[in-house]
């Protein structure tokens, strides 16, 4: 039986025993050379294998030639959070070998390039060394200086389905259906699949680590979060796209121009129910989307966080006319231009206060991409219902990777909360329509369309008016309708998704932890598995904790209940400045003391590691009393 | 301050048109701007246009930016829904809603400081898109709501009230229309009714951008010796090229086609407008003469007047995205669902 490749040096002992869909891989890979599939590839397949499984792509802001890595975790209990501790990395990208390599856990496996001599220095006593001469046998093997490139990403996937176990018969699927109609490359694909799967057979043990089938998938499927918001708001009805080009967001317009290409066009005319503006910049994009929704379009952008910025001055206008906005917010790392390819939740205070003057907004946050195509069809009847814009806070994590996420299921019933719109026949029985005047209990006030009747025309402006919608410089008149503002947004509270609770009750009726009382661990957004992980492990640590993960804003009265009621609450998010402790603080009636914070902004996804040494490191006398 | 309600009297004698309103179901609340502005020329001669093209008023939008020009919308029709924007912004505002809603006539209104500093990039952009509006330039060199400085169509010796000169190279939105390839541009001056009538009339009916822009003098802050755009000099300047004579389908046309040095455009809505050529050899259509012409007689400081070039041929917005005849916002919600068992058979994919 064929072993490992050990260090000749120094063997480090095989592990045993065997870990079964329980690790972490890591691929480091130099972008543009077409690895981005290969990993997909391998993802997927281990998805199709039944198994929970994430992927996480961490790529730089660049066309070709910087280093790129994809982390796969499989786990059979459903963690699939980001892992800091790599069992098998793939080193294909010589500039970051020193790094790879120094990130491997002790006694984990290191797959590399065997073309070309590994430097000694970087060689470790405590890991496990595979070499594969990849570039060799493309080089051998296939004529085409590109596929020689190309093929050898398909090559180590083969070595990999080798000492992983991973299903052949679904990765062979898996390249017929995605190279369905081209032959040449299926069949280069194939043969550079073998290459790296015999070498492996032929020259290693399956490693201690394995995958089995499972049936975990069965009601799953995979998908990123722009993907699905696209998706949400073609079920929404929206039919006016404004947008400028912004890494991540982009691709929530490329999808929604493709599903629009799908279901949209009219079959009998060829004609497209639906408008995508590419804007000469963001302020023109939510300027566009203004214009659209008071015409009476269902309509969105799609930006991050510098668009947000440009934004600021129209979303001012929106808020003041009350003229419904969508706002996708697929938010990246600032400030400035920051990094645009790194994930971040930085844009909560921005947004929830956005332009100048007394402005407050609605905020969704969606934690995966499931959440992603519900609350994108929500933030539209939000908008509608309380005419202002809506902001859906996603970012770079959760728009632009894959993640095993529940089926979406649509209601075929729902039908668009348009708001108070009158239509002819309601305006033609009114002596008169004013604007801003006869709130509803929401405090919203009717709005008309433009092309109506002439009776329901008005004058929408962002200078001062009054409740009818005249001009106005007057305190009184001006106070009148801002206050409404204000009560209105308050009143979006009741509407926006409720938090999830999980109470984690104590075994026996001792305190949660010795000499301390309740504990809380709050988030939002992306963060969710990783600290629903972290709550499970601290339990180890004698730690029992109460999760929440806020879902909108305003905040309804069930999140300032839970800070109410337990004794200290950490605040988990990603963030250099607490910006969601700090909204908590601001718009909840809690002690600010008790809100303690755990912040991970450096830009890659969360792990529940982070959040256990940033709680644990809080407390450490308290669980060091515990252990004593 | 407050806007003003004007009181309605209609005096039975008033001409009705096509719809049965007179010019005064036209107007709007009463004009705040200072008296003899030459904004309420414009705003006067857009009304009798309107009127004369019998436009029902509700379906009719006006939208603007901020600034002096801006706050007009409010004085012409008061049965058509306005948007009073924010500064600049007026032409993504004006796209968004057209995309939604293509049935309305747009009127935008907007100033100097508005489309030729803050907001020129979203003019430009309005141009290329060729979106079916009316954009009326009200031009008057100078910033008025914040007392005098100059702006961006300032002439280069144009002096301001406190007799500096202004040394820097004005912008020309006729030279940076016809650059971008607007497919509709013209200019006047704000107290030359009988020429401005006709051409707002012309613009409305274009099937795409129209962009008019009107030397409007500014009587508080640029109307002093020095100012190249006060009324005593624009009114020495100016040069008339061509008159547009708007002549609607149903009315008589035939006399005026062929007569000595006339041109004839059929308008996107079948109506005919007749420019008669100053000189007899004027050709809006033709865009390489139009730009030798304009040029020659910029250099001389002449303002060329009039309907100076015109394109119904290319594709306007609506065409350029693919979208039907009739508004977005009409299309049953049924209509845009994919529903339920669409969503089960695209999940298919995501396996």
């Not at chain 1, 920051?338 to 934690?367: N, V």
């Not at chain 1, 905040?555 to 009621?565: G, Q, T, Y």
Request: charged share 25%.
């Amino acid at each position: 039986m064929p072993q490992p490749l050990l260090d000749p040096d120094v063997a480090a002992p095989l592990e045993k025993p065997v870990r079964v869909n329980d690790f972490a891989l890591k691929l480091a890979n130099v972008n543009g050379t077409g690895s981005a599939s290969a990993n997909g590839l391998l993802m997927q397949a281990i998805f199709r294998m039944g198994i929970p499984v994430s992927g996480k792509n961490l790529f730089p802001s660049n066309i070709q030639g910087l280093p790129t890595w994809y982390e796969i975790r499989v786990n059979k209990d459903g963690y699939t959070a980001r892992a800091l501790d790599y069992d098998l990395m793939v080193a294909m990208n010589a500039q970051t070998y020193e790094r790879d390599i120094r990130e491997l856990r002790e006694g984990g496996y290191l797959l590399y390039d065997s073309t070309w001599p590994l430097d000694p220095s970087l060689r470790r006593n405590d890991i496990h060394i595979l070499g594969v001469p990849f570039a060799q046998m493309c080089n051998e093997n296939f004529r085409d200086p590109r596929e020689r490139v190309l093929m050898k990403n398909i090559a180590y996937a083969g070595s990999l389905v080798a000492v992983l176990n991973i299903d052949m018969d679904i990765v062979e699927e898996l390249l017929d259906e995605k190279f369905a109609g081209k032959k040449a490359l299926r069949e280069s694909n194939r043969r550079a699949l073998r290459l790296g799967f015999d070498y492996a057979v032929e020259q290693f043990a399956p490693l201690p680590l394995r995958l089995e089938k499972m049936e975990a998938n069965r009601d799953k499927i995979l998908i990123d979060g722009n993907t699905a918001t696209a998706l949400g708001c073609i079920y929404a009805g929206a039919t006016v796209a404004a947008w400028y080009p912004i890494t991540p967001s982009t691709s929530v317009m490329d999808a929604f121009k493709e599903f629009c290409e799908r279901y949209r066009r009219d079959p009998e005319t060829g004609k497209n129910n639906y408008a995508i503006l590419q804007a000469e910049d963001e302020l023109a994009a939510i300027g566009m989307v203004i214009g659209a929704s008071w015409a009476g379009a269902r309509t969105f952008t799609s930006t991050s966080g510098p668009g947000i910025s440009l934004m600021n001055e129209l979303l001012g206008l929106a808020y003041y006319a009350e003229i419904p906005a969508v706002v996708m917010d697929i938010q990246r790392v600032g400030p400035s231009t920051g990094m645009p390819t790194r994930t971040q939740q930085g844009d909560l205070l921005e947004c929830a206060y956005a332009s100048h003057g007394d402005t407050k907004h609605i905020l969704l946050f969606p934690a995966n991409p499931h959440e992603c195509f519900e609350f994108a069809v929500k933030s539209f009847d939000l908008a509608e219902r309380f005419q202002t814009p809506v902001f859906m806070l996603s970012d770079l994590d959760i728009g632009m990777n894959d993640w095993v996420v529940d089926r979406l299921i649509w209601d075929d019933a729902y039908r668009p909360d348009r708001g108070r719109v009158l239509d002819a026949d309601e305006v033609r029985d009114l002596s008169h329509f004013f604007r801003y005047d006869h709130e509803d209990e929401n405090h919203v006030a009717a709005r008309t369309l433009p092309g109506v009747d002439p009776k329901a025309a008005y004058f929408a402006r962002g200078s001062g008016h009054t409740r009818t919608g005249a001009y106005t410089e007057i305190p009184d008149e001006y106070q009148q309708v801002v206050d409404r503002l204000a009560r209105k947004q308050k009143a979006a509270a009741k509407f926006v998704p409720e938090p999830i609770i999980v109470q984690h009750r104590p075994a026996s009726s001792e305190p949660r932890m010795l000499g301390s009382g309740s504990i809380g661990v709050v988030t939002l957004g992306g963060c969710d598995q990783a600290v629903r992980e972290a709550i499970d492990r601290l339990e180890e640590f004698g730690i029992i904790a109460d999760f929440m993960r806020v879902r909108g804003f305003p905040f309804n009265d069930a999140v300032e209940a839970f800070l109410d009621e337990h004794e200290t609450c950490f605040i988990v998010e990603q963030n250099r400045d607490a910006q969601l402790r700090s909204l908590l603080t601001l718009e909840t009636g809690v002690v600010k003391e008790k809100l303690r914070s755990v912040l991970v902004y450096g830009g890659f996804p969360l792990s529940a590691k982070h959040v256990i040494e940033g709680i644990t490191s809080q407390m450490g006398e308290k669980i060091l009393a515990v252990h004593r | 301050m407050p806007s003003i309600a004007k009181p309605i009297a209609q005096h039975p004698s008033l001409k009705r048109n096509e719809l049965g309103l007179t010019v005064r179901d036209y107007e709007g609340t009463m004009s705040t701007l200072c008296a003899g502005c030459g904004h309420d020329s414009i705003t006067a001669a857009l009304i009798r246009a309107i009127w004369e093209l019998a436009l029902p008023p509700h379906m009719i939008a006006k939208v603007s930016g901020i600034g002096c020009s801006s706050k007009t919308p409010a004085y012409f029709v008061n049965g058509a829904h306005g948007f009073n924007a924010a500064h600049g912004r007026m032409p993504p505002i004006a796209t968004g809603a057209n995309a939604a809603n293509r049935e309305l006539t747009y009127i935008g209104i907007s100033g100097d400081g508005d489309s030729l500093s803050i907001g020129l990039g979203h003019l430009c952009h309005a141009i290329r898109r060729n979106v079916k509006m009316l954009y009326v330039i009200e031009n008057n060199g100078v910033y008025g709501l914040t007392k005098g400085q100059f702006s961006a169509s300032a002439d280069v010796g144009s002096k301001s009230k406190r007799k500096e000169p202004n040394r820097m190279v004005p912008i020309d939105p006729v030279s940076l229309g016809l650059s971008l390839g607007a497919t509709f541009i013209a200019r006047s001056f704000s107290g030359d009714k009988e020429q401005l009538v006709p051409i707002f009339k012309a613009a409305m009916a274009h099937r795409g951008f129209a962009l008019v822009d009107v030397i409007s003098p500014c009587v508080t802050f640029n109307d002093h010796e020095g100012s190249t755009k006060s009324y005593l000099y624009v009114r020495n300047q100016a040069q008339k090229v061509s008159e547009a004579d708007f002549i609607p389908e149903a009315s008589e046309i035939l006399a005026t086609i062929g007569q000595n040095g006339a041109v004839n455009v059929t308008m996107h809505d079948g109506s005919i407008v007749s420019f008669k050529g100053v000189p007899p050899d004027y050709d809006p259509t033709d865009r390489e003469k139009v730009f030798a012409y304009l040029q020659e007689h910029q250099t001389k400081g002449a303002i060329v007047t009039g309907l100076l070039y015109i394109d119904e041929t290319a594709p306007q917005l609506h065409e350029l995205s693919g979208t039907p005849e009739y508004a977005l916002t009409k299309v049953p919600y049924e209509k845009l669902c994919p529903g339920s068992a669409a969503l089960d058979q695209l999940q298919e994919d995501f396996r």
